[in-house]
């Protein structure tokens, strides 16, 4: 293993020098490729340029911009200097920007153009240190100099000009630098996108994300040649991985958005055969199947529910002849092999029609050469993992944390167990602790800690919370709730944190009746709600184009669609469909359903009520919506 990430990819250039490593749009929206030999020259020309600003061993450099191709090789010329980048999106407010650029000390930090420059003038008191800033695209309005006092302002090209000057001079000085990165270098520290309070620096280390690219590309037996579509934010821990998976395996990234339209016309354009992605993606994909088929005939949605139903009982049964059932108790496989085989043979002819009916078509709009997808940065909702197994589509969920670098588990691409995220990556230890702190064993639900090289050294600068999350020995508690199988894949049940009590003292894990209620055509979003209360609400953010058809159908007069959730009939269309999900056919029990529930009449919004990774901010909920929470809980007499 190499001791350092820019010393892997000078290792991969000297084997895949021709091969393309990155794809990005021109101005006029066509890609264009970058190979791997002109990354690295682009690479150490930008850290020689750095170097001449004086970047040293050691330094942070701040990194905010979201995906493009700057943003890979300003990475690499910051990691092969010995100094760590400190990574934020355009998305983050200028009070986020503020925190961290200041609390990490950043001397030189890079924006990916005059509109981020400005979020940072608009601080320069709480950044004392901060004296230069790169900008990435210099196009549209400047910021006036005027704002600066002690700040200068450099474009990316300025700084590749003065790189090239020092190479010219010194051919060998990327190379030279190099050689005193290590292992335990700081590579990266970055800041928690925060569904619970303050930011906290997450430093990772280049053996930290080492430790993944010896063992991850093998599990999904990636290799030059494959293309990834780029479409979360590069400077989370899960796509910068990503990066480095690509990077590992001699393979390619493709800039996209996680936008419908464009990510479908990406989609088209680089035929890509992987894409790293989180649940709601997925879940806005298959959203949008189920929308384009509700606006066919009744005959066309019938035969595709059909195909859809005839879909997952075939990959079930495939799943008990292949022994890949998730074992929470002792299964024997010779007899699921026994109770599946003639059910399979009998549903296969099905199957392979639908797949000429149904399931062609959505694999074409993937390009058509997609191999699988990797689901991370959150629990794959059951519904979701069902339905793209179905279809035929492979989608790999996988688990870790900004803490662990972030990967710790992944469903191998040979043997996906569903409902599982795999077993712990080679070297990776797993252990379900209950409330004492005791072991528990496989099938039993507690919260898991993990220990690993990839798991982080620690906060930056806050020793005390440090401590409260990792041990002495190196065992991290994640705060996730999970169970093991017999074989050792884990299951993820829950955030310990989430978990509702109620009056009565019951227990409740509110994400599996999330999970469920979102299986209804009309819900986008719920949020279950009920701590110390005496019964479960929710707050529910209806879909509301499928609202809309709905109320054509039925001949339900509306103004606008705010005045269309105020509606009693559609008021009571979600009754029952609240009603029928989380219900004890279901397999709720009595305490676990929903007596109220409040309908937003508008989406969630990243960096308002969700985090960079689409994961619901249940703190922040608390204060957005404090009438509308609070009247869900009024009795009749108004207390």
């Given amino acids: 293993m190499q001791e350092s990430i820019p010393k892997l990819l000078r290792e991969i250039v000297n084997m895949n020098a021709d091969q393309n490593i990155q794809y990005s749009k021109d101005e006029g929206g066509v890609f ?14 930008f850290a020689a340029g750095l170097h001449s600003l004086g970047v040293r061993h050691g330094d942070h450099v701040g990194l905010i911009s979201d995906n493009r191709k700057e943003w890979l090789i300003a990475d690499q010329a910051i990691l092969g200097l010995g100094a760590a980048d400190v990574p934020r999106g355009c998305d983050s407010m200028a009070k986020e920007i503020h925190y961290i650029l200041g609390f990490s000390d950043c001397k030189i930090t890079i924006a990916e153009n005059y509109r981020e420059v400005g ?18 695209d210099p196009s549209g309005e400047p910021v006036k100099s005027g704002l600066f006092s002690r700040v200068r302002i450099m474009t990316y090209d300025e700084v590749m000009a003065k790189g090239a000057e020092v190479l010219e001079k010194e051919p060998g000085f ?22 619970t309070g303050i930011p906290k620096g997450v430093m990772l280390t280049h053996e930290n994300f080492l430790f993944q690219l010896d063992s991850v590309p093998t599990i999904l037996e990636l290799g030059p040649g494959e293309v990834f579509l780029s479409v979360l934010p590069v400077w989370h821990s899960f796509e910068r991985i990503i990066q480095y998976m690509v990077l590992a395996a001699g393979a390619a990234v493709a800039y996209s958005k996680p936008v419908g339209q464009i990510m479908m016309a990406d989609f088209a354009a680089v035929r890509p055969t992987w894409m790293g992605s989180v649940p709601r ?16 005939s009744g005959a066309a949605q019938s035969l595709f529910r059909f195909f859809v139903a005839v879909g997952g009982a075939h990959a079930t049964l495939k799943n008990m002849l292949r022994g890949l059932m998730p074992q929470f108790h002792r299964r024997f496989r010779v007899i699921d092999a026994v109770l599946a085989i003639i059910p399979f043979l009998l549903l296969t002819p099905l199957r392979l029609l639908g797949n000429v009916l149904v399931f062609k078509s959505i694999k074409e709009k993937l390009g ?47 043997r996906p167990v569903p409902s599982t995220v795999g077993p712990p990556l080679p070297g990776t230890m797993f252990r379900v602790l209950d409330e004492e702190g005791n072991e528990l064993p496989y099938g039993k639900k507690g919260v898991l800690h993990v220990k690993g090289a990839q798991v982080m050294p620690g906060y930056y600068k806050n020793e005390q919370m440090t401590a409260r999350i990792l041990s002495e020995d190196g065992w991290l508690d994640t705060g996730d709730l999970a169970m093991l199988t017999r074989r050792g894949e884990l299951r993820l049940v829950g955030r310990a944190k989430d978990t509702i009590v109620l009056l009565g003292g019951e227990n409740v894990e509110p994400l599996p009746m999330e999970y469920k209620l979102k299986e209804s055509a009309y819900i986008k979003e719920a949020v279950v709600l009920g701590q110390d209360k005496k019964y479960l609400a929710a707050l529910i953010v209806p879909d509301r184009d499928q609202l809309e058809t709905y109320a054509k159908q039925n001949g339900i007069p509306y103004i606008d669609v705010r005045n269309l959730v105020t509606l009693p009939e559609i008021y009571e269309l979600l009754d029952s469909e609240v009603s029928q999900l989380v219900s004890a056919k279901n397999g709720f029990k009595t305490f676990e359903r929903i007596f109220r529930f409040k309908l937003i009449d508008h989406d969630f919004e990243i960096n308002k009520e969700l985090s960079a990774k689409q994961e619901v901010k249940r703190h922040v909920l608390d204060e957005l919506y404090k009438k509308e929470i609070a009247s869900l809980f009024v009795d009749r007499n108004g207390n």
């Fill in 119 to 136: 979020k940072i003038a608009s601080g320069l008191d709480e950044l004392p240190k901060l004296k230069t800033i790169i900008v990435f």
């Fill in 368 to 414: 058509g050469r997609f191999v699988a997808a990797v689901s991370g940065g959150g629990a794959l909702p059951p519904a979701v993992d069902r339905f793209f197994a179905a279809a035929g589509i492979l989608l790999l969920e996988g688990y870790g944390l900004t803490e662990t670098a972030p990967v710790l588990a992944v469903r191998p691409k040979r």
């Fill in 281 to 296: 993606i997925w879940e806005a994909v298959m959203q949008g199947i189920y929308r384009t088929v509700s606006e066919k």
């Fill in 32 to 45: 264009q490729a970058t190979t791997y030999l002109a990354f690295y020259h682009l690479t150490e020309t």
């Fill in 174 to 195: 990327f190379d030279e630098q190099l050689e005193g990165v290590v292992g335990d270098d700081i590579a990266t520290i970055i800041f928690t996108s925060g569904t």
